[in-house]
């Protein structure tokens, strides 16, 4: 089934990848595969429109940073990269995608020292680490993230447990 207005294959092969491209390889590479494909019930979801509320009303003074592949929330003095999510918990998707955003960075030829991210629901940071392994995991992310826009058939779907609050639930599960 394809979403209207969809395209008809995955992006170019060569595209840049976002960090929503890492944090849907992460959370659900059927989730990836579809985005790429066009479909995107996340503008539907009450979910999305909440996280961009928090977005939007938490730390104000902050500028976004765009990549042009990406949009990161903000950098701080000494190369760190912040990260606003409305989740009430941590999760390896939200560091996949920041450490994603310290290779786009470091390519770019900014020294980067690693990454926070800010749940303030919960009123909790986590730092995310930039090392050689940091970096190694980020790429090996693009390469998986790549796999797997590139397949001609989607991933198979997650248990249905694992897929409670994704805007992407009644396609992959809808009767």
């Known amino acids: 089934m394809t979403a209207p207005g969809a395209a008809n294959g995955p992006e170019e ?8 491209h ?3 390889l992460h959370h659900c590479p059927r ?13 539907r979801s009450d979910l999305v429109a909440f ?4 977005d939007d009303t938490t730390f104000t003074r902050r500028r976004d940073i765009d990549l042009g592949e990406a949009k990161i ?6 190369a760190v990269v912040h990260e606003t999510k409305s989740s009430r918990a941590p999760s390896g998707a939200h560091a996949a995608q920041v450490r994603h955003y310290c290779l786009l960075l470091e390519r770019r030829g900014v020294t980067v020292r690693g990454g926070t991210i800010h749940y303030p629901l919960i009123r909790r940071t986590t730092d995310v680490p930039w ?8 790429e090996a992310s693009e390469s998986r993230a790549r796999a797997t826009i590139e397949a001609h058939e989607p991933p198979p779907r997650l248990t249905r447990a694992n897929c409670r609050g994704c805007s992407y639930l009644d396609y992959c599960w809808g009767d």
């Not at 929330?73 to 000494?78: E, L, R, S, Y």
């Not at 090392?131 to 980020?138: I, P």
């Open 13 to 20: 092969e060569n595209a840049p990848l976002g960090g929503v």
């Open 22 to 24: 890492i944090k849907y």
């Open 31 to 43: 989730q990836l595969w579809l985005y790429t494909r066009g479909y995107r019930p996340e503008q």
């Open 51 to 54: 996280g961009e509320v928090i």
């Open 73 to 78: 929330d903000w950098v701080t003095t000494g």
């Open 131 to 138: 090392d050689a392994s940091a970096r190694a995991e980020a």
